[in-house]
């Protein structure tokens, strides 16, 4: 695992941008596992507007979401496929057939998560997985106790996780109980890791998950076993963090990073 800290939330999300958008020049057929929430709107704009002024060509790539509510339609306006639509596939050139989410109407839940564990295998695998993190360490919808080795499956939502995502719903009541996501496992298989974390209400569950031990209960700090994990914060997100100093040589120091100085 990786640690690099930006001075503020607009340079960590640019950077995050600059490596996805690298990723895709390297290999234009990238399969590049995405994210959604709060976070990832800035991301998004983002990348429409290198689309738009720079040319990121988006033509060759295939995505994989990490999650979708139970139960929510496609065309739902609180479903994740509406939400990766108007944030970011409507606006590039990328082949929405190629752009892949669990489909929370499946009249066979468990098939479906099974089927969509087939589809990222059959593409190869993610080789790059894209990651926020929740505001109790869970990535994609892997609330605490999620088994480390998990693949994608249907998971009871905390009433932590309800109460932070509901008000986003119309009807806060209408917000479903339950979600299919991608498994602890699944997303430690992805060949590289980059996750962005801003803001001062994520510090002390980031500083637990980078810093603390592996535990069913923060999903995120399984990070720690991947080979190629980079974490992206903002000082605020990285105020908890006892090895700051260091981070910071990181990326002043480290080679690979030079390219980036200037953002």
Not at 71 to 85: K, T
Not at 90 to 119: Q, V
Not at 167 to 196: E, S
């Amino acid at each position: 695992m990786e640690v690099i800290i930006r001075p503020d939330t607009g340079s960590a999300t640019e950077l995050v941008a600059r490596l996805i958008s690298d990723a895709i020049k390297s290999k234009p057929d990238l399969v590049l596992g995405l994210a959604t929430g709060r976070t990832m709107e800035r991301l998004y704009a983002r990348l429409t507007q290198m689309h738009k002024m720079e040319g990121l060509d988006f033509s060759s790539v295939r995505t994989f979401n990490l999650d979708e509510y139970a139960g929510l339609a496609p065309d739902d306006p609180n479903s994740y496929r509406f939400y990766m639509d108007k944030h970011l596939f409507n606006h590039i050139n990328i082949d929405k057939r190629n752009t892949f989410l669990p489909d929370g109407s499946a009249e066979d839940l468990d098939s479906e998560c099974a089927r969509y564990e087939r589809k990222i295998e059959e593409a190869g695998g993610i080789d790059l997985q894209l990651l926020g993190i929740g505001s109790d360490g869970h990535i994609g919808f892997n609330e605490p106790l999620s088994a480390l080795r998990s693949r994608t499956r249907v998971k009871a939502l905390t009433p932590a996780t309800i109460a932070q995502n509901s008000p986003l719903f119309d009807d806060p009541a209408r917000m479903p109980k339950r979600a299919m996501t991608m498994g602890v496992g699944t997303i430690l298989d992805a060949k590289r890791v980059i996750m962005l974390v801003t803001g001062k209400s994520k510090a002390e569950v980031l500083a637990k998950a980078v810093e603390g031990p592996i535990t069913s209960m923060i999903s995120a700090s399984a990070l720690q076993l991947h080979p190629r994990c980079t974490i992206i914060t903002d000082e605020d997100a990285a105020s908890c963090m006892s090895e700051k100093n260091y981070y910071r040589w990181i990326f002043g120091n480290e080679p690979e990073w030079k390219a980036y100085h200037k953002i």
